[in-house]
């Protein structure tokens, strides 16, 4: 068969008209994280959408996740349950594709609607970011199942319900499923709205540092109080300091207080860090640990941290760097220019890279805005982008790069 053949013949299945349906009716089923009937509804309608592949199709309850409330007390959060479908798991090489339909709008959020700029371009909540990309895991399958490679290769199909707030309840199963596959494919929107894929990733951290002091009279006895606000204020300052190129700090919020006359004796101090390697998250973490140390001992209170780093910084190895020259020529095959540049943000790409899977993880629709109300959809991409994880499939499924 001709190569030129071969490749029309793959992608003929792709429809560009199904997938702007699925996609749009999708974005119309509010799914924000906190959004727990929303989400219960769209798994069960990608449920079905997804078994018109073969397999079979799980509903997987999600992993107890614990967090601190502005008391400081630990609390229970609930997340939806996320979709797994599994394909030929008797296969010797296998590989994972990972989608989420959470979205970053609450159920009360104003953007709840799209509407068009112009004829190839769709504003509507989590069309990129990412509806559009469940469309192109599902369409991009559809094609490769009726090419004779799909045989040869088996696969998972992850679209989790918690991604927006760091894939806590989904983390034990996404490293569950990246056990022992070949290659990774994660449908995050592209980089840039040309289609340029994120590269190499930094990390993530969120962490709680609850400070324990004790009350005492403003004016009567003052002296005898420890006062939260005070050491939080210090951790604050302290935490700053032990930033780094390699490891932004952000201190966010201390939450806590008391009134004008108490000596205020609870705190929280909540913060996000951004390492850009193993060595820098360490150094981190060691330097943590000084600080409450020094902050218990300066100001006579308690502190306990809550909070790690859930999104390892992901690298470029040798072997996920030719997962993206894979990716880019089949892209050329299709007559696609596909570059990447490394990115600051995080994904369940970090995660899987981390089980030391190679991962191309914005394999998803172009579009830009995500996370604001001018999030579009650049609707050609759909079938493109289908194509091209159609090409990606077959080339791992074949060894073959034509």
Known sequence: MKPDTFRDELIAPIDQDAMLAHARAWSEVNTGTANLVGLATMAHILADAF??????????????????????????????????????????????????????????????????????TLVGPGLADMKGGIAVILHALLAFERSDAASRIGYDVLLNSDEETGSLASA????????????????????????????????????????????????????DGRNAIVAAAALVIGLKALQSTDCPVNP??????????????????????????????????????????????????????????????????RRAQALFDLVRDCGAALGQTIGWQSSGGVCDGNNIAACGVPVVDTMGVRGGAIHSPDEYLIVPSLSERAALSAMVLHALATGDRN
Do not use: C
Request: glycine share 8%; net charge negative.
């Open 252 to 317: 966010a919020r201390i939450e806590g207080g008391a009134a004008n006359n108490v000596v205020p004796d609870h705190a929280v101090v909540r913060f996000n860090i951004r390492p850009r390697s193993p060595s820098a998250a360490a150094a981190f973490e060691t330097g943590l640990a000084a600080l409450i140390g020094q902050i218990r001992q300066a100001h006579e209170v308690h502190v306990h941290a809550h909070g790690a780093i859930t999104r390892p910084p992901k690298p470029v190895d």
């Open 51 to 120: 078994a018109a592949l073969p397999g079979e199709i799980a509903l997987v309850e999600p992993a107890p996740v614990i967090a601190i409330d502005s008391a400081g007390r630990e609390v229970e959060q609930a997340f939806g349950r996320h979709v797994v479908l599994r394909v030929r798991p008797a296969a010797e090489r296998r590989v994972l594709l990972t989608g989420h339909m959470d979205t970053v709008f609450p159920a009360d959020h104003p953007f709840q609607h799209q509407h068009w700029i112009d004829d190839h």
């Open 172 to 223: 034990l199963l996404i490293e569950e499923l990246a056990h022992g596959k070949h290659a990774a494919l994660t449908y995050e929107p592209s980089a840039l709205p040309d289609g340029t894929l994120a590269h190499a990733r930094g990390g993530s951290g969120n962490y709680a540092l609850v400070v324990s002091g004790r009350s005492a009279h403003a004016g009567r006895n003052p002296e």
